[in-house]
């Protein structure tokens, strides 16, 4: 069965400084692999996705991530954080069959002025 | 302009009372979605369709029911609600064509059972 971890629970950086959000997942295929973003009270917006081709995939809001088979992961990234970043973010693995998401328990992150 | 709606965003009930969480998409897609949230945690499917007539169980053993009568429409019911169904309920949809497709989610619903 799939699963996605996301280690850290809390994160609190600068403003201006830069972010790393880690994903890890478990999935015996090719995995499909989602970062969302949820403010505060909203639902969930797409921040980018990878399914095939250039590992490091560019989204929305200047995200950035990374596929590493190697290591399982998927982690997200952003080279200097503004304060409307504060949210939560949640990793995510499709599964091709059927179209469902297997979501990690995200990452609240936090920023201070 | 296509988008995902709930309604309502907030809900207050007391015990026992029958509620249904209203979903509705614009964006014209087969597939859609209904996931649990309790505060600061991840999300679990608990109900799925395919299309028009077509639902499923999701991940998450949940008491409330779903129906896709319009491919537009996916309405949440639950028929006794209870504390323990204290939470954020997010609906998604997404295309059915082929493979996984993104998942666009709306606002969700915050339930609080008194």
């Known amino acids: 069965a799939q699963s996605v971890t996301q280690p850290d629970i809390h994160i609190t950086v600068s403003e201006g400084a830069s972010l790393e959000l880690r994903c890890n997942y478990s999935y015996g295929a090719t995995p499909y692999l989602f970062w969302y973003v949820q403010s505060p009270g909203q639902g969930l917006q797409l921040l980018l996705k990878?399914?095939?081709?250039?590992?490091l995939v560019q989204g929305i809001k200047g995200f950035e991530a990374e596929f590493k088979r190697s290591q399982s992961s998927f982690n997200l990234r952003k080279p200097s954080v503004h304060w409307s970043d504060a949210a939560e973010y949640f990793c995510a693995v499709g599964r091709p069959a059927g179209n469902k998401l297997t979501f990690g328990g995200g990452t609240r992150v936090l920023v201070k002025p | 302009e296509a988008d995902i709606y709930q309604t309502p965003r907030y809900l207050v009930i007391g015990t026992g009372k029958k509620i249904t969480l209203e979903c509705s998409q614009t964006?014209?897609?087969?597939?859609m979605y209904w996931y649990q949230q309790d505060p600061g945690m991840e999300l679990h499917l608990i109900h799925y369709s395919y299309g028009v007539n077509s639902t499923e169980k999701g991940d998450l053993s949940s008491e409330s029911t779903v129906s896709r009568i319009r491919t537009e429409h996916f309405p949440l019911t639950l028929e006794s609600a209870r504390p323990s169904h204290t939470s954020q309920y997010l609906c998604a949809s997404s295309r059915g064509d082929r493979g996984p497709e993104t998942q666009y989610f709306g606002p969700g619903t915050r339930l609080l059972v008194l």
């Open positions: 990878y399914f095939s081709g250039d590992t």
């Open positions: 964006m014209g897609h087969d597939k």
